[in-house]
Structures are given as C-alpha cells and as structure tokens.
C-alpha cells in the first residue's frame, strides 16, 4: 500500500498570506528590539558617566535580557491595542470562516476530559453542562464525549464509575459518554490523550480537549468545528479561557487581572504568531490524524528533571504541528471557554514547580532543526517565563553589590562626559529618573491601556460594575502583586536551582478548592523569601537611606510573604470584595447559560447508586452493595479466576482491604469473578467468618432503614 500523506493540503489559497505574516512580526520583533536597545545603551551611558565597575558588565547583559522580556510583554499590549482600534472586521480572526454557516457538520467530533484524582460530582457536572450546551444546538448526534481516568485512588476510581453512570443514565448518553481508565498511567497526561487516539481517534475528525475544571459553551464548541471543517489547513484552535469561580482573594486578583488585561495581550499575541500559535494543553479542537501521526513524544536523553518524559506536552505538540505545515491559530474571539485556578499562593506555587520543570525541558528542543520563528519564540517565552526571576534575583544582588561598594569605598561620581549629556543635555540625576520612568512606563503601560479601554468602552464598562469599581479593582490588584512579585521570584528562582540540582517534580492532582492556607504551612513555605527579606533589608539600612527607599519594594514583598500568603488565600475575604463588587469579572456579575447549567448540574448523583457514603465508601461500597458492585463488574472484562486471585479475594474477605498492598487490591477490583465471590461472601458468611469492615457495612443498611422507618426495621 502507498504511505498515506499527512501533510496539509495543498490548497491555493491560505487564511493569513505568508507575506503579511512576515510584515507582522518585522514590526514586532523590531519594535521590541528597537526600545530595548535604546534603553540599554542609556543604562551602558549611565554606567560610563558614574564609572564603569567590574560588577557593571554582567548587570547590563542580564538588564538587556530582562528589559527585552518586559517590553516583549508590554509590546503585546500595544500592538493588540492598536489592533483593537482597527476593528474586529480588520484583525485576524479565523473563526470568521464560521460565519454564517448552517446545517448539520459533516464530521464526527470527540470532546474528552482527562482526569487525575479529581472530584467526580464536579467533573461530570461539567460534561453534563457541555453536553447540554450542544443539545440546545441541534448539533449532539455530531459529538461523542469522554472521561478519561488516571485516577489512582481506587476509592475515587470506583466513585468515577457510579458517576458516571448516573450522568449516562439521567442523560440518556450510554453510546454517547463513554468512561475510561488506565491500568498504567505512562507518561502522565500526554499518555492518558496519547492512548485515546491511538484507541478511538481514527473515529473522528477532531477532539476538544477539556482540563477536568474546563467549561465551555455549545454553540461556541459548534463554531469551532465549522472552522475546523471549513479550512483543511487548521490543525489546531486554541482558545482563551477565562478563570471562573474564585472565591479566595488570591483566585479574584487572578481572574480580575486575566479578565480586564488579558484581551489586549491575546490580541497583541494573535498579531504576530497568526498561523503559528501554540496549544494550550485544554480547551483547543485538535485535528486527530496529523495529532496521531506527527505528535507522538519522544522521551528526551538522560533522567528527569531534563531528560525523560516530556513534561509541558502541549507546546511541543504545537510546534511539530507547525513545524509539518499545519496551522495552529488562536481563537480569539470565543467568548464561551472558561477554567478555574488554584485557590493559594501556594497551591499556585506547587504548579508552577511542575510547569517550570515541563518548560526548563523545552531547552533540548528551542535550536532543533526545521523549527519555525513562531515555535522557538513560544519556546523561548516559556523558559524565560521561569528563567527570568533568577536572572531578576541575581540582577539585585548585583545592584546591591554596587551600591555596597560604592558607599562603603566613599567614591564620588567620576567627571566623565557622557554622549546623553553631549547630545540631549541631560546631568546624571536627570539620566536615571528618566530610564526608571522608562521602565515603570513599559511596566504598568498594559495595566493603562487595559484601563483606558475598560472605561471608554461602555460594554466593558458596565459589564465590570462600573468605573469606580474599575479603579478600585486595579488598585488593589496592583498593590497585592507589587507584593507577590518578589515572593514568586524567589520561588521560582529556586524552583530552578532545585532542578539544575536534579530534583525531579512529582505528578500530584490539583487542589481547586481549600479553606485556606494555614499560618504553619505559610511559614514553612515561605521561609527562604522571609529570612532573605529580613537580611537583605539589614544590608540595605547599611548601604543608606536612599537605596533602601528604591529596593524597599522588594525588601516588604519577601518579608511579609507568609502573611500575604495566609491573608489572600482566605475565602472569606474574597466573598466581603465580592459584596461591594470589587474585583468583580462580567462573568460573576452575569452568569453565563454554559455556568447556570454547570451550577445546576446534578445529574451525576443519585442515592441509589452511590459509593462516597461514610460507612460504604469506594472500594468497600464495590464489595457490599449490590448495585454498586453490579455496575463495577459490568464494565469488567469477562475473565476466569485462578487460584491465587480465588485465595486473594479470600484473604481480602477475612483480613481485610488494609491487609492488602495497593496493586494486589487493584488487581482484585479488575476481576468481574473475585468481585462478585466476595460480594456473595458478605451478605451469605456469618458474621464472624468475615472481617468487621464488611460486617459493619452491611449493617449500615439496616441503620439507614431503622432511621427512615423505625417500625419497618422493627
């Protein structure tokens, strides 16, 4: 048989012309590149006027790299500015291929939500809301969902299965919503994708890939599937989704912040990658044939945290897509995606270990070969991401180490003649208040842009509650992480050196809902940055009152980490700002349909088929009950028993669950046979024959019929 062609098609004419692709990112690039360089040449004339010190060299190289990242930063704020003057009708929108079509889609979708340990009520009151969402179209018949386990607590495996088959039974989605668990779970979440197109992807054109906190409107996931049929070229649709459901202080800044500054960054980011863009790893429609073919990751050389797995999947992913031809865009425009985000500054924290490790990695892969500008820059922005707060640390010290030898060697400036005073007449004093206003500038200039269009725009303007609560919102939100600022620096800073060390990250699930962090696990976690603080603050006092004043910023941030930490992770805080409507998103003072459904979303609990009771719970609850365990051994493949599996469920019955290790337990629950053995064996045996778990199980029956009816348990 011939090789099948995966490459894209060869069709004439293209979404975004290659010409004005390059024309976008020349302007850019060279925008950027321009203002950095200026900058640096004012700080390298500063430093000649004042006298060049050893210390200097490495502080304007690492000023040059931090620098250019904050005006990259800034730069996407500006160009997606402008890009919003000049009207949605002129921007590059790809989804603008949707519009106007109708009628049944032509292809098969997939919608699949991997899930880790996660809480199976909530996980499931998400797909029911999507595949509400998508009934209310017209368009179900054209999309097949899917939950996919790696759950490892066999408790919550079992949960998993009785939610979801209330969710398919209440739904009427048996042959529609299909649930599946991984013996193995290889490679983490790449594996868990990984092993769903390799098993069922030849089924369908595209899948949607969800996180287990993602939400996403119908109609909007119907859009993206037009586009994906309609441009033959598109081999992934990333969306921006929006953070929902903060209820901590630390979660509203977030999600104020992501929902008023973020629109001009997408645009602004959209501007220049067009085509090239990157994934995401949720809420992107992926098509599955170049995914299966040009996306299977290899491990990279060596052990963890460099080698092995490759962590941040997705971005990798992108790249070979683009790297073939494929076109990878950003959907800007879709409204109806939505996510949650960790709760605390340290949940937050713990993430970004993993995510640091995942980017650190993608070292190996910015100078392969055949890669596109686009890719290596989304590359780059990713390590830079996490490399810029050790460069950032080691640029104060460096400062700090300047101004210590300066005041302590009782040095005047040197009489040097600089070419800014030559050309422009600017003294030294002149000079320096000039490049910090330059900096401040390129660091709030988003934070005003975003402001400016929030307060002219009489939509977004009301949407938020109003200008007051606008400024307000920014105000406090700046000042918080003026504070937080330094505290992720430090974490980051050695997050890195951790894994320069060798420590690899482990795989744990995400905390999404928490009462808090308590004071003790603020003060161990946040020890470095405190006692840092406390000493850097004493060389500071040392140095003078004038360096103290500029640094002190820093020296506050990491000195009260542990209790901005405590205070921002605290709900009850969060809920009196969300009284008053500050830090209030449009989504909170509006509830979209797609989080309606999702709050009302219930249909994966019912009491008759239910394994989270207190007494039956989990494992237990797939031994004793009978529809439980009816259900467990339903969706069990049908084996026969051998002997040493037979004296398993034996010594399961008399001993225990404890008794048993975690894979011998496991091993029992994948046998339909030893299951249904043992679950005869509690209900038939005497009570003494059995271990008390399973006794006292089978009387909580009797328990709750006593409660609900006296004179019947009578």
């Not at 690492?62 to 160009?79: C, E, R």
């Not at 971005?315 to 897509?321: D, G, K, P, T």
């Not at 505290?487 to 894994?499: D, G, N, R």
């Amino acid at each position: 048989m011939d090789p099948v062609d995966l490459s894209p098609p060869d069709t004439k004419k293209v979404f975004f012309s290659i010409k004005a692709t390059h024309v976008r990112r020349i302007v850019f690039f060279g925008s950027v590149i321009l203002f950095n360089l200026l900058a640096s040449l004012w700080l390298a004339d500063l430093f000649w006027r004042i006298g060049l010190q050893k210390a200097h060299f490495p502080l304007l190289a690492i000023f040059v790299i931090l620098n250019g990242l904050l005006t990259l930063g800034s730069f996407h704020a500006v160009f997606g500015a402008i890009d919003m003057l000049r009207g949605s009708r002129r921007a590059a929108r790809i989804t603008k291929l949707a519009d106007g079509q109708s009628g049944p889609l032509a292809k098969r979708h997939a919608v699949v939500m991997p899930v880790y340990n996660e809480d199976s009520t909530r996980t499931c009151a998400r797909i029911e809301a999507i595949y509400r969402s998508i009934e209310a179209t017209g368009h179900l018949e054209s999309f097949d969902f899917f939950i996919l386990s790696d759950t490892r607590d066999l408790n919550l495996w079992v949960i998993e299965e009785t939610a979801w088959t209330n969710l398919c039974r209440k739904l009427g989605g048996f042959g529609r919503i299909y649930y599946r668990r991984r013996k193995k779970n290889e490679n983490r979440k790449a594996g868990n994708i990984g092993d769903f197109v390799r098993t069922w992807g030849g089924g369908y054109e595209a899948m949607l890939v969800l996180d287990a906190d993602s939400l996403m409107d119908g109609a909007d996931i119907v859009k993206m599937a037009r586009v994906m049929e309609a441009y033959p070229r598109l081999g992934i649709l990333q969306t921006p989704p929006k953070l929902i459901r903060g209820s901590s202080v630390f979660t509203r800044l977030q999600q104020f912040a992501m929902r008023l500054y973020g629109p001009v960054f997408i645009r602004g980011l959209n501007f220049w990658q067009l085509a090239g863009g990157s994934y995401w790893g949720h809420n992107a429609l992926i098509r599955l044939k170049p995914f299966s073919e040009f996306c299977e990751l290899p491990a990279l050389p060596g052990r963890e945290p460099f080698g092995g797995r490759i962590l941040s999947h997705d971005f990798v992913e992108a790249a070979l897509m683009v790297a073939e031809g494929w076109e990878v865009w950003l959907a800007w425009d879709i409204e109806g995606t939505y996510e949650e985000a960790p709760p605390t500054l340290v949940d937050h924290l713990i993430r970004d270990r993993r995510w640091c490790q995942g980017n650190l990695q993608h070292l190996w892969l910015i100078f392969a070969r055949k890669l596109p500008f686009s890719v290596r820059m989304h590359l780059f922005m990713g390590i830079m991401a996490y490399l810029g707060s050790p460069l950032w640390f080691l640029f104060l010290l460096l400062g700090t180490w300047v101004a210590w030898d300066r005041s302590t060697s009782e040095l005047s400036l040197l009489p040097f003649e600089s070419y800014v005073e030559r050309l422009l007449g600017f003294n030294g004093i002149e000079q320096s208040i000039i490049l910090t206003g330059f900096i401040f500038s390129l660091l709030f200039l988003p934070k005003i842009l975003s402001i400016l269009r929030a307060l002219i725009v009489p939509e977004v303007r009301r949407s938020f509650g109003g200008g007051i609560r606008i400024v307000t919102g920014v105000t406090l939100e700046s000042f918080i992480s003026i504070l937080l600022a330094p505290c992720i620096m430090a974490a980051h800073t050695l997050m890195v050196i951790s894994i320069l060390l060798g420590r690899a990250v482990g795989w744990g699930s995400q905390n999404r809902e928490t009462d808090g962090t308590t004071w003790g696990d603020a003060i161990r976690f946040h020890a470095f940055p405190t006692f840092l603080g406390i000493i850097w603050s004493a060389v500071a006092l040392y140095i003078g009152a004038t360096f103290t004043a500029w640094i002190s910023p820093i020296l506050l941030g990491l000195m009260l980490s542990a209790p901005v930490s405590v205070w921002t992770s605290r709900a009850r805080y969060g809920l009196k700002l969300a009284k008053f409507g500050i830090l209030s998103t449009p989504e909170e003072k509006n509830p979209p349909q797609i989080m309606q459904l999702a709050q009302n979303a219930h249909a994966a609990v019912d009491p008759a088929l239910d394994a989270s009771n207190e007494e039956r719970h989990g494992v237990i609850a797939a031994v004793v009950d009978p529809y439980v365990n009816g259900m467990h051994v339903s969706l069990l493949e049908n084996v026969e028993i051998r002997t040493h599996e037979e004296a398993l469920a034996e010594r399961c019955l008399i001993k225990g669950p404890d008794d048993l290790s975690k894979n011998e337990l496991s091993e029992l629950l994948y046998l339909g046979p030893a299951m249904l053995l043992m679950h005869r064996a509690v209900w038939l045996r005497s009570a003494d024959s059995i271990h008390p778990v399973w006794t006292d199980a089978v009387q909580s029956y009797r328990r709750r019929l006593f409660q609900n009816n006296p004179e019947t348990a009578n």
